[in-house]
């Protein structure tokens, strides 16, 4: 498994023990940027809280975050625009701009101010960036066109900026907010999976350290982990790499943070002071989960590319991460259909969850407290009453069928059973009949466990991803994230 630069050396934030049939007023399940918000927007306005998660505090996809908290984006404005009306896009922005407004004043001094710059080279780049800048301004945000010397290169950057966004150590935020929420006496349970969900007579919590009660349960694990909504359908899961690196010899630059228009979604960042060691973040290689045919070379190419284009000297450390983009590109926030209203859930950020999640929990926050839709903020009255437009519906169906192709690619890759013993590191699909089962060789151990969906080997994470509903698995079948809330069986001998 890849680890964040945020988490080497770092001692996990555990939380307590949980107490089997516990009630509580709300039970979120997931301690990443969005469960911790609302935990700590519900507990400090007197709701008796208590956060669920599988693993320590803030280890999921927040800790997997560059650290950028920007209202600009890269092309994410302009994307909109091009499928919603120009209120829509304003009320995103409004939305951000408070989510953005909330952690800096929580992160307080870890919060470090920087320049947003969504950057491009050559013509091509030029009718994105315009496009950028126009929707920007539409939406209300001052920004400005720049060309920055400082991003290396041998083509000269044009770029859109815009000033005063933020960069934290989201591992840092995530401890910090932990610790508002238990100050503010919500309850923090760490190391617990939840398996189920059940809305009848109550809001019933199942997890494999027992049952706890709730009157609503937010679920803040990425994706729902349960299918009710089929919000795995109406989002696709989008896996990206990261890499730190050291500076190469007295290099200063660059400074702000840099998100490139194009289809890899690039983004280079400097870490910021609080974090205590200096390095150049990039992201990018972003692809729908289990569509690489490998997951070691995109990483390659990221580096590669950084390593051409930006004064970076020795990686220091490299992970992947996933995230979730909704077909209509706006985050879903909400009550779950078939929720009774008792079900409440937030996914969708396509990679700016540091923004979209404290929006999304002042969303969750003013519908569990009941406060009225006249009285909350203007962008949530506007975001929460939006239309599916026809590109919306488009793009699910162009989803849908990307997906219909991998799960056939997947079924004609597979290898007639009995295959022979993966070599270390590797992992293979075998077939008999209708029983498919996915074997690898991991540290020296080979294990079988039944492919139920369309499975290729991740050979960075190794791990067996879905890329049919974006959950991942341990070679022995334990899930690892994603939708699925239950583990993949295991097959005795090699098939
Ligand atoms: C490489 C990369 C770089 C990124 N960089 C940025 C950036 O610079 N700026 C930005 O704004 N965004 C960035 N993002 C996106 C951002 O990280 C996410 O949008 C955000 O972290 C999502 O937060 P979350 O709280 O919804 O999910 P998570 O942080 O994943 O939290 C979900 C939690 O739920 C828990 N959970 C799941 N299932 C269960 C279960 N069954 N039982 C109990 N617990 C469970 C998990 O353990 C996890 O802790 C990046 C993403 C990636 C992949």
Known sequence: MTIPLWLHDQTPVQGTPLAPDA???????????????????LAEAGVDVAVIDADAIGQGTTAAAAGMASVLQGTTLAALRAHHPARLVRAYVDANRAGLDWLAERAGTAAERRTAFTFGRGTDADTALDAVRDVAREAGLPVRVDTPADLGGHTPARAVALDDQIVVDPALVAWALSGMATAAGAALHTGVRVTDVHTLPNGRVDTDHGTVFADTVVLATGTPITRRGLYDLKTRALRSWAIAFEREGDATGPGGMWSEVGAHGRSVVATPVSFGRDALIVTGARHPVGSARSELALAEELAAWARRTLPVGAEIARWSGQDYQSHNLVPFVGGMPRGLGRVRFATGYAGWGLTNGPAAAMRLTDEIRGVSRGDRPQWMQTIGTRLTVPADIGRGIG????????????????????????????????????RTTAVSTVDGRTRAIVARTPLTWNDAERSWDSPVDGSRYAPDGVRLEGAASTDLGVRTGVA
């Open 23 to 41: 009630r509580h007023d709300v039970v979120i399940i997931g301690a990443g940027i969005t469960g911790l918000s609302t935990a700590v927007m």
């Open 399 to 434: 989803d849908a069928a990307r997906r219909v192709g991998v799960a056939a690619a997947c079924a004609a890759g597979a290898s007639p059973a009995p295959v022979k013993r993966p070599a270390e590191g590797a992992g293979v699909i075998a077939r008999r009949g209708l």
